[in-house]
C-alpha cells in the first residue's frame, strides 16, 4: 500500500519561497528516485526534478535550476522541494513522484514513467 502525501503548498507572494514535502509510505525509499512535477491549469505536467538514490544524480528542468533543489531524508520517508524566488509563472498544482531508482539519467523523465504519484499540493504566487 504505497502512498505519497504532499504538504507545504499555500499561497506565497512573488519573490518568496516555499518548501513542499513529501512522506512516504508503503516502500523503502532507498531503491527509490524521487521526482517532482507541476501542473498549471490549461497545460499538461511537466517535470520539475528528478533524484537518485545510489549514485546521487539530479536533474532539473532548464528554467528551474538555481531556484528549486530538491533534496531527500530517506530515515524519515521523506523527500523535498525547496522553491525559491517564486514568480508568477509558478502557479501550478506539484506532485511528488516516486519510481525505481537509477530511474533519473538524462533528465528529468516523462510523468508516465513515474510509478507512484502524491495527490498534489497547490502553489499560488500573487501580490
Known amino acids: 500500500q504505497v502512498k505519497l502525501v504532499e504538504s507545504g503548498g499555500g499561497l506565497v507572494q512573488p519573490g518568496g519561497s516555499l518548501r513542499l514535502s513529501c512522506a512516504a509510505s508503503?516502500?523503502?525509499?532507498?531503491?527509490?528516485?524521487i521526482a517532482w512535477y507541476r501542473q498549471a491549469p490549461g497545460k499538461e505536467r511537466e517535470g520539475v526534478s528528478c533524484?537518485?538514490?545510489?549514485?546521487?544524480?539530479?536533474f532539473y528542468a532548464d528554467s528551474l535550476k538555481g531556484r528549486f533543489t530538491a533534496s531527500r531524508d530517506n530515515a524519515k520517508s521523506t523527500f523535498y522541494l525547496q522553491m525559491n524566488y517564486l514568480e508568477p509563472e509558478d502557479p501550478a498544482v506539484y506532485y511528488c513522484?516516486?519510481?525505481?531508482?537509477?530511474?533519473?539519467?538524462?533528465?528529468?523523465?516523462?510523468?508516465?514513467?513515474?510509478?507512484?504519484w502524491g495527490k498534489g499540493a497547490l502553489v499560488t504566487v500573487s501580490s
Open positions: 513522484a516516486a519510481v525505481v531508482d537509477s530511474s533519473c539519467l538524462l533528465g528529468v523523465p516523462s510523468y508516465y514513467g513515474m510509478e507512484h
Open positions: 533524484l537518485n538514490n545510489h549514485d546521487g544524480g539530479a
Open positions: 508503503g516502500i523503502t525509499l532507498d531503491y527509490y528516485a
